[in-house]
């Protein structure tokens, strides 16, 4: 199994508040992601980055952002949490190119109430 | 545009049955890659298959196998003798070939999934 971890697991945070999850790996890989998971919708790409410092958006980054100082940290932010990004984050990673199977972590179910 | 469809929502079948999951897809691209994922009730995803456009043979892996023809793009999986721990939702995706700038991800873009259940 791919070393990813997520943190927290389960956050449960008030609307307008920021919130920071937290993905690690220790497999050296160069592209990290971060996705959302809700019901019907399979896993919509919010961030992805392709190296330290850079990074860039995907379809649903509205309300999110991103940063990426080492290879192995990739922090998603909510700068003021909103009840529609109630869902479940999942991190990935790809060893090279974007193309390259994609490697998932346990996920985090985030509620904003 | 590229699109995953996963027509069958919810199947469920009686273990071991052999059971089929379908998945269609739209591409202008004629480089691409698929993938199936795994995702049991615990939640976490586990990659399963990439199959290149360039590959049609199909795969197999124990009771796993996948059949892909690109005349009707679909990319469909069969689990025979099917058992209670293949109770999942499974995912079908695609992604875009390598993109020229390396600053550009690929695009995965996931069906919705379909939830089978193996009932004892």
């Known amino acids: 199994d791919a070393g990813i971890t997520q943190s927290p697991r389960h956050k449960v945070t008030e609307t307008g508040t920021p919130v920071t999850l937290r993905c690690h790996q220790t497999?050296?890989?160069?592209?990290m992601y971060w996705y959302r998971q809700d019901p019907g919708h399979g896993l919509r790409l919010i961030h992805y980055?392709?190296?330290?410092?850079?990074?860039d958006k995907g379809e649903v980054s509205d309300g999110y952002s991103v940063s990426r100082s080492k290879t192995e940290d990739f922090l998603l932010t909510l700068e003021s949490a909103t009840s529609s990004q109630t869902s479940v984050y999942f991190c990935a990673i790809s060893e090279l190119v974007s193309t390259d199977t994609q490697y998932f972590g346990p996920g985090t179910r985030l509620t904003v109430l | 545009a590229q699109k995953v469809t996963q027509a069958q929502t919810e199947i469920s079948v009686v273990e071991k049955e052999d059971v089929t999951l379908d998945c269609v897809y739209e591409?202008?691209?004629?480089?691409?890659?698929l993938f199936w994922y795994k995702q049991p009730p615990s939640g976490e995803l586990v990659f399963l298959i990439r199959?290149?456009?360039?590959?049609?043979q199909n795969e197999i892996s124990g009771r796993y196998s996948w059949n892909f023809q690109k005349s009707t793009s679909s990319f469909n999986f069969t689990i025979t003798a099917s058992q209670v721990v293949d109770s999942a939702v499974y995912f079908c995706a695609l992604s875009e070939a390598t993109p020229v700038r390396e600053s550009s991800a690929s695009k995965i873009i996931f069906g919705s999934g379909t939830r089978l259940s193996i009932r004892p």
């Open positions: 497999e050296n890989h160069r592209y």
């Open positions: 591409t202008r691209d004629t480089t691409y890659y």
């Open positions: 980055s392709y190296g330290v410092k850079d990074t």
């Open positions: 199959r290149n456009s360039f590959d049609e």
